[in-house]
């Protein structure tokens, strides 16, 4: 009888705690923190031993099975992070959510939480996850000698990132950011809501909050700052507390401005982007489209014209024809030609639809261009007024036509405006104003303020 000998078990490992990227396709960034485990992603295998039988030779003697060692299964589940498909002749690990593979002394886990120290090249590298999924990053480095988040080629990708320290010159992707410290002047950060200790990068988000703001550019949709010193806002709606010095503020709807205003700040009003010149050749381009698409359009009814008097000439004839059992070739002709041109007229009139809509869309947008530094409202309600502050209105997309005032303590608890005159536009000051609408917008700005207090 011939002996079958034991088989041990296996452990076949798809995803480690300690896995590095040694694909060739990795960049030099790329670490440990680059590969999050998607939900229900196999992560590890256990394969049961099999047992072998004893055997005998011709003489009867009994045929020893050889020793062998056995693994036992070393995967010890901490928590429903990591689930189980029992098969007949293994054990299947997947994770139950997305995140990291963990492992302490419980057993292992897929966490979604990850708290490091540093993120550099030399200690995590790039740090790359799917800001649509729920990461909650969280980086404490106190020294001020040392950043959180190092400068080079790292960066650092997360739904939800908290710094406890600075940022150097490197980039950040998050929906919701907090960074207790200050950031780099070469930095560029990405957000939907974002609160900064100390601002001196490039910014772009939805909703920000900012202490400080240095010398830093901030593209948005509402922006509030406690302290502004020579920054770049961007924003539909702008709250600021004290506007000290060489500042430009490009305020698209509202600008709250209440402490102090000190010296040489500019508030622009215009529907171009001067942050990053995009508005100038969006402008340009929509009245180029306007005016091609008024041309096309044009075309068009002029050929359904001709068209529609063409098939109206022909009306009575082609009814004739269509009662006659037996057309000659010349009839035959004409009625092809007649059924062709009311293809051609319906294909036009679809056309014409789509152009139409086409050409409504691109005049409401030139439109709001034109309209929009009308519909901008600046409040100034810092009692403290300095000198060479200066509030500029270009009514059109272009900068040849300015209107110009220097704000003074005149202009204390007043909304100033763009008014539309019978021969000009000018600037106009009220009094008249509801503080229900300042306080509408700094409620916008409440909920950051208060998660980072």
């Known amino acids: 009888v011939d002996k079958i000998e034991h088989k041990s078990d296996e452990i076949i490992y798809h995803r480690d705690v300690n896995e590095e990227c040694f694909d060739e396709n990795i960049n030099y960034d790329e670490g440990n923190y680059c590969k999050p485990i998607e939900k229900n992603e196999l992560l590890f295998e256990y394969i049961y031993r099999i047992l072998g039988k004893e055997g005998r030779n011709l003489r009867g003697e009994i045929l020893h099975l050889n020793p062998i060692a056995f693994f036992d299964n070393p995967f010890i589940i901490k928590d429903e992070s990591i689930y189980t498909e029992e ?68 960066n650092v990708q997360a739904s939800d990132i908290k710094v406890n320290g600075s940022i150097g010159a490197t980039k950040l992707y998050g929906r919701n950011i907090s960074i207790k410290g200050l950031t780099h002047a070469k930095s560029e950060i990405f957000a939907q809501d974002i609160f900064i200790t100390t601002h001196k990068g490039t910014l772009q988000a939805d909703t920000v909050y900012i202490k400080n703001l240095e010398n830093g550019i901030v593209i948005a949709k509402n922006v509030f700052v406690e302290n502004c010193m020579g920054g770049k806002i961007e924003a539909e709606n702008i709250y600021i507390c004290n506007l000290l010095a060489d500042n430009i503020l490009y305020p698209k709807k509202n600008l709250i401005i209440t402490n102090n205003i000190k010296f040489k700040n500019n508030i622009v009003i215009s529907p171009l982007d001067f942050i990053n010149n995009k508005s100038n050749s969006e402008t340009e ?50 009625s092809n030609l007649y059924r062709d041109i009311i293809k051609k007229y319906n294909h036009l009139s679809v056309l014409y639809k789509k152009l139409i809509k086409l050409k409504y869309h691109i005049d409401a947008k030139l439109n709001f261009l034109d309209e929009m530094v ?35 303590l005149k202009d204390y608890e ?23 609408d300042i306080e509408e917008i700094k409620i916008i700005f409440e909920k950051l303020e208060k998660d980072n207090s």
């Open 374 to 408: 009308y519909n901008v409202k600046i409040y100034i309600k810092a009692e403290n007024i300095g000198e060479d502050n200066f509030l500029k209105f270009y009514p059109k997309t272009n900068t040849e036509l300015e209107l110009k005032h220097q704000i003074n």
């Open 87 to 154: 098969l007949e002749d293994r054990i299947k690990y997947f994770s139950a959510n997305y995140g990291f593979l963990n492992k302490d002394r419980s057993g292992y886990s897929v966490t979604n939480n990850l708290k490091l120290s540093q993120v550099g090249l030399k200690t995590t590298g790039s740090i790359k996850t799917n800001t649509d999924e729920n990461i909650n990053l969280e980086i404490t480095n106190f020294d001020i000698n040392d950043d959180a988040v190092k400068s080079g080629i790292v």
């Open 414 to 436: 007043k909304v100033l405006y763009l008014e539309k005159g019978q021969q000009a536009s000018y600037i106009k000051s009220s009094h008249d104003y509801s503080e229900s």
């Open 285 to 334: 381009n929509l009245t180029n489209l306007s005016l091609k698409t008024k041309s096309k359009l044009d075309n068009i009814i002029s050929q359904m014209q001709n068209y529609y008097d063409y098939l109206i000439k022909n009306q009575i004839k082609i009814i004739k024809l269509q009662k006659t059992e037996k057309l000659n070739a010349i009839d035959m002709k004409f």
